[in-house]
């Protein structure tokens, strides 16, 4: 089924636009942004709105399989093609003809696949495995990723041959944080779309007050963290209850004041020593919960960035020794600002 796109800011309504000129075209779309932004609902939008809609629409996941499994879901493979492949199964290039095949998270393919990924987008060709007959593909082919591409191509973990050949149309959704306006609007959505899942469960339209927290809020995780929180309070029936309990309580922030997000390399005793009661020229600037959030930034910081030092960047490993997701830890890495030491940079393994 069909997720609209919802908003209403100049990027979301310029990324409506660029979906009703593109859908036609065929031309190779690569979709970024933070996770939860929306990815897969842009993708979903293009497909539908395009002469390809009544034709199949097949995701892949390139993080979620190792390099030779994706390889053979991509491509398919022939009878007796390996040990095990006891039937011949149809690859996604196959399943996807005429409509459209959605890579997702395609910065976590390997290179070697990146490769194999290129001569099809040439060629319009492609082999199963065990097979000597090259198979004809016209599937639309879009991209999505949460990682910089052209900072992969840098490091030489992307060719850029493939990153030129599918970056042809580039979609960019910004954080939540940075469109607060669509927040209202996504709150109505999410509320209504809700309502009749959670059978007599009406949750009333949240007030100004707390309208405000909500709009004030970082949202980490954007629209998928919003979503999640309005089924909180659905099910709950209550607004205060969930957003109180809510660990983001620390993060609530102004707007207009300071942002959680992006550490402030000024310290936090220099806050406190510069402070000189409500005549100081910082009197605006201080708060406790400001100085908590920029300390709590600075720890996470430096044990992150401890980790990865120890691990050598290898994030993967990083992420088994903090217990936290692959993503959480790139969302870290760069709303902290952490940057690798000069003499790992090009030997950075994910
Ligand atoms: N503008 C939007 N309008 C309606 N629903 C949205 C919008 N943006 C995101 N969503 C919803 O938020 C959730 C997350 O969106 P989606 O899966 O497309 O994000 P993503 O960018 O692909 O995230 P990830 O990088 O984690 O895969 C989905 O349930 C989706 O339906
Ligand atoms: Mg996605």
């Known amino acids: 089924m069909l997720v609209p796109f919802v908003g209403i800011s100049e990027s979301i309504e310029r990324i409506k636009e660029l979906v009703a000129h593109v859908s036609d075209t065929g031309l190779n779309v690569v979709i970024t942004g933070e996770s939860g932004v929306g990815k897969e609902v842009v993708a979903q939008n293009l497909y539908h709105s395009s002469g390809r809609k009544d034709k199949p629409f097949v995701k892949v996941n390139c993080a979620a399989l190792p390099e030779g499994l994706l390889e053979s879901e991509l491509f398919g493979f022939e009878k007796g093609a390996f040990t095990g492949a006891d039937r011949k199964k149809r690859g ?4 996807a003809n005429e409509g459209v095949l959605f890579l997702d998270e395609i910065g976590d393919m390997s290179l070697n696949l990146q490769s194999k990924l290129l001569h099809v987008l040439q060629s319009g060709e492609f082999a199963p495995l065990g097979s000597e007959r090259e198979m004809k593909t016209d599937a639309w082919v879009l991209a999505a990723t949460n990682q910089e591409l052209n900072e992969k191509v840098k490091n030489g973990l992307f060719r850029e041959d493939l990153y030129y050949r599918l970056n042809i149309i580039k979609i960019y959704i910004p954080p939540l944080r940075k469109r607060p306006e669509d927040i209202p609007l996504l709150i109505d959505y999410f509320l209504e779309k809700y309502a009749s899942q959670f059978g007599d469960k009406r949750l009333i339209k949240p007030d100004h007050a707390i309208m405000d927290r909500l709009i004030s809020y970082q949202w980490p995780g954007n629209v998928r963290e919003l979503q999640n929180i309005l089924k909180s309070c659905l099910v709950v029936g209550n607004w205060e209850e969930v957003i109180n309990e809510l660990s983001f309580k620390s993060e609530m922030v102004s707007n207009s004041g300071f942002v959680a997000t992006g550490t402030n390399e000024a310290s936090i005793i220099d806050d406190l020593l510069n402070f000189q009661g409500e005549n100081s020229p910082n009197h605006a600037a201080f708060s406790l919960k400001k100085i ?34 692959y993503k959480t830890l790139l969302y870290k890495i760069s709303d902290l600002n952490i940057k690798p030491p000069p003499d790992t940079s090009g030997k950075i393994s994910s």
């Open 92 to 95: 996604k290039f196959e399943l």
């Open 292 to 325: 908590k959030r920029k300390a709590l930034d600075r720890i996470e910081k430096e044990i992150i960035s401890h980790v990865l030092d120890q691990t050598g960047w290898n994030r993967t490993k990083a992420t088994k020794i903090l217990k936290i997701s």
